[in-house]
Each structure stands twice: as C-alpha cells, then as structure tokens.
C-alpha cells in the first residue's frame, strides 16, 4: 500500500490549493479516505473524510465551508481542494485510508491504517 501526496506550497491568505493523494496496492474504490494535519508543535488533527464512493464527506468545522474533498476511483486519487486559506491553516497534510470500523468516529485516527508522507502548506499573511 502507498498513499503518495502532492500539491502543497507556499501561498498568501486567500488563496487556495489543490492536493492530490495517489494511491497503489490496493482495492482503493473500496476504501473510505481521510485528509488530516499537523501543525508546527501540534497534534495531528482530523480535517476530511469521503466515503468509497464519495456520496458522503465530513469535514472538521475549521475548514466547513472551504475545503472541499472528493476523489477519482478511476485514477485511485483524493483530492482536497482548499479555498481561502487561512495562516492557521499551515500545517502538513496527509491523507490515510480507512478501514471498515464500525462504532468508531470518522475521526478518530485508529481507524485509519495506512498513511501518506504528508505534503507542507504554508500560508503567510
């Protein structure tokens, strides 16, 4: 399995992004994907997740409203694309593959069993 992330950068507050995570190894039109953070001297945190056929999501509401996740299961991606960046929004971002756990929150990190390198946002003001 590997989760390969892209697209990060440097950019001003009020623009956006778009990050792309590829994924190999396995069945990924099978599996539930999540985007999270991590800040500079923070917890990781939980920022987005999209269902195997993405006809449901879930976003943290520190980013309701501008970040949208989606996917392409032809070309094994997820994607998060963010608008109107915030300074608060620099971290480094990482998507994760779910598997199937009932009775646990969608954001909880357990769950979510491999992970990506991660790919940096920095957003100046």
């Known amino acids: 399995v590997q989760l390969q992330a892209s697209g990060g950068g440097s950019v001003q507050a009020g623009g956006s992004l778009r990050l792309s995570c590829a994924a190999s190894g396995f069945t990924f039109g099978t599996y539930g994907m999540g985007w999270f953070r991590q800040a500079p001297g923070k917890e990781r945190e939980f920022v987005a997740f999209?269902?195997?056929?993405?006809?449901?999501?879930l976003y943290d509401d520190s980013v309701k409203g501008r970040f949208t996740i989606s996917r392409d299961n032809v070309k094994n991606t997820v994607y998060l694309q963010l608008n109107n960046l915030k300074v608060e929004d620099t971290a480094v971002y990482s998507c994760?593959?779910?598997?199937?756990?009932?009775?646990?929150?969608?954001?909880?990190?357990?769950?979510?069993?491999?992970w990506g390198q991660g790919t940096e946002v920095t957003v100046s003001s």
């Open positions: 999209i269902t195997w056929n993405g006809d449901f999501t």
């Open positions: 994760a593959r779910r598997r199937t756990s009932p009775h646990t929150s969608l954001r909880d990190q357990a769950p979510y069993d491999y």
